[in-house]
């Protein structure tokens, strides 16, 4: 059997690097609580992100959590949200008290469709949590337009796009807050970790208090928070994985380039067009599969030792945990997508070899 070919691969300095960089922790013992890897951090990702401000957190789901808490939304009130993303972005906002509202997703780049969104909101609605699927940026003036007109909070989920910029400008500038994940599996990891980003500062003080007990002095507690910090080992990790970004970025956009080479004459199959205005990250390689052959290409592709993904399958509107309790109708166009999308193997290390067998079975099974 030839060799196993998993979705992604975590990227990761050398061992010399982070050995070097984590050897004076063993000197200051200082590990954790907004260190000087985590204040260094902070500095560096504020300026790739080309944000005015940043918060760290322990992950991308305490990110959303957190955000969406420091927006001071009434309780039970409705949220305008996708079903078609990582079960996180809904946790995040029932998790909160706050009522799921699933909108459909356009059938070009997967993001919300914001032509469904104003037919949604009602007296109760208090915000819009779009998500940049796959690093495609949502329409975001559609979304702000429709946010100032009935006076809503936009707090983006970002996970997918680490780096992405339209027009020079971060997609971290979007909305009341976005939220980052640098889980081991996305483009930049600080093995968990996540972050918020936000224009208002009040916002910063509000997330500092809720991912640290809300404790400000020794003796002085001011609200009450959880525990969301982002220790020294993984912003060392963070430091180490931002000074090579811009090679595995790169290394990931000619992978990507191979992928549509390779894959633009098969029949059977279509490729998720790219924003031409958009400075992509590649994230992923999705791929939409025809004649209801999805399964068959995952499952043969599986017994080759090739593991892609159904991602979003199933969407989160209609998991278990929820037992159909939020609407979930009139969501056509996010079932069609879920039912057809493989996403397919992609990191900065993949090699070309390895494409070239993918795209030769997918064309054999199709
Ligand atoms: C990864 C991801 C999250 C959660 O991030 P974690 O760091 O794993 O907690 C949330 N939303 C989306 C769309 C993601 O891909």
Known sequence: MDKKIFVTQSSMPTYEEYIEIIKPLWDTRWLTNMG?????????????????????????????????????????????????TFISTTHAIVRNGLQPVFCDINDKDFTIDVTKIEGLITENTSAIVPVHVYGNLCDVDAIQKIANKYNLKVIYDAAHCFGVEKNGIGVGNYGNAS???????????????????????????????????????????????????????????????????????????????????????????????????????????????????????????????????????????????????YCNSKIYTARNVSDRVLVLPLYADLQFDDVNRICNLIEEII
């Not at 790739?48 to 760290?56: T, W």
């Not at 290394?251 to 958009?278: F, P, Q, T």
Request: hydrophobic share 40%; net charge neutral.
């Open 36 to 84: 000087v890897y985590h204040d260094q951090l902070t500095e560096n990702l504020k300026e790739y992100l080309k944000v005015p401000n940043i918060s760290l957190v322990s992950n991308g789901h305490m990110a959303l959590e957190l955000a969406i808490q420091a927006m001071d939304l009434p309780k039970g009130s409705e949220v305008i949200t996708t079903p078609f």
């Open 179 to 325: 939220c980052f994940s640098f889980h081991a599996t996305k483009v930049f990891n600080t093995i968990e970790g996540g972050a918020v980003t936000f224009t208002d500062q009040t916002i910063g003080e509000k997330l500092y208090n809720l991912k640290n007990f809300g404790i400000r002095s020794e003796e002085m507690v001011v609200s009450v928070g959880a525990n969301a910090k982002l220790n020294e080992f993984q912003a060392a990790m963070g430091l180490c994985n931002l000074k090579h970004i811009e090679e595995e970025i790169a290394k990931r956009k000619n992978i990507v380039a191979y992928y549509r080479e390779n894959l633009k004459n098969v029949n059977g199959i279509s490729l998720v067009s790219s924003d031409s205005e958009l400075k992509s990250n590649y994230a992923y390689f999705p791929i939409l599969v025809n004649n209801g052959k999805r399964n068959l290409l995952y499952d043969t592709l599986r017994n080759n030792g090739i593991f892609s993904r159904k991602y979003f399958f199933p969407l989160t509107a209609d998991q278990f945990c929820f037992n159909n309790r």
